[in-house]
C-alpha cells in the first residue's frame, strides 16, 4: 500500500519549527475519526484541506498524526513521535488516525485495511499493545458521531475484514494463531496485568462471537472482559475459573 510522507504530500511546516514532542512512554492507545464531510475532496487534496482549516483555527499543522484516504494511501500528519490535535484530552495519551472520507457509508476494503495497518505498525512503534477507540469515545467535550456510524462501529466491534475465501493465507493464519497461543501460555492476559492490544481484541471479538458480552472490541482488558472470560471458563467445565487467559483459556476459546 501508498504511503506519503510530509515532504510528498507538501505539509507546510509549524510556525515554530517543529510540533510538540510526544512522550512515547505515555501512549495508550490509537483513535480513530473521520472528515466529517460528505463527498468531499479526495486524495491529497483532502489532507490539504484539512491543514488549513487546522491552521485556520491556530494550531502548528494538520492535527492528526496519521490519515488515510479512501483508496488506502497512507498520509504523515504529525508522524510517531509529535502530539497530535485531534483528541481533546487524550492527544498526549494517543495516536490519532483520520479517515478523510465519510464514515457514515462503509470505506473500501483497501482503506479498512490501511486503517488496520496503522494500528498494526502503532504497536509495533511503541513496543506494546494499544487500545483501540473512536472519538465518540474519547470525546470529553460532549456528543460527537465522530467517525460515523458504519467506521465507528467496525472500529469498535474489533476492526475485523471480509476478504474472498480464494484470497485468504489460512496457512498463514494458522500459524498466527499458533504463535499466538504460545504468547499467550508465557504471558497469560488478565487485567492486573494490565493487557491490551491485539492479542485481547481477538479475545473480546472472540467472545463476543461466542455469546459472551466483553464489551467493546477495544483492546483493553477491563472489568466486562474479566467478567466474560469467567463465564466462558465456566461453560467449559474443566478450566478454572479465573477471569485470567491462559493457554488453555486460549486454546478452548478459539480451538473448539
Known sequence: ????SRSDW???PPPKGRFDKLNRSRVQGVVIHHSGVENGPKNSDAVKAFERHHMGKGWDGIGYNWL???SGIIFEGRGWDSRGAGTKGWNSRSISVCFTGWGFHKPSDAALRSLQTVVDAAEYHFGKGLWVSTHRKKSTKGYTTCPGDWLG???ENGMGTSEPPEKVDWAAIIQFFKDLHEQVKKRPLSRPSRSRGLPVR???GKLAERGFDAGPV???YGKKTVSAVRE????QGFLK????VNGDTFGSLFIQ
Open 218 to 220: 477495544d483492546g483493553i
Open 202 to 204: 481477538l479475545v473480546q
Open 241 to 244: 475459573v479465573t477471569g485470567v
Open 68 to 70: 488515510v484516504d479512501e
Open 232 to 235: 466462558f471458563q465456566k461453560t
Open 153 to 155: 462501529d467496525w472500529v
Open 10 to 12: 507538501g505539509a507546510k
Open 1 to 4: 500500500m501508498k504511503h506519503l
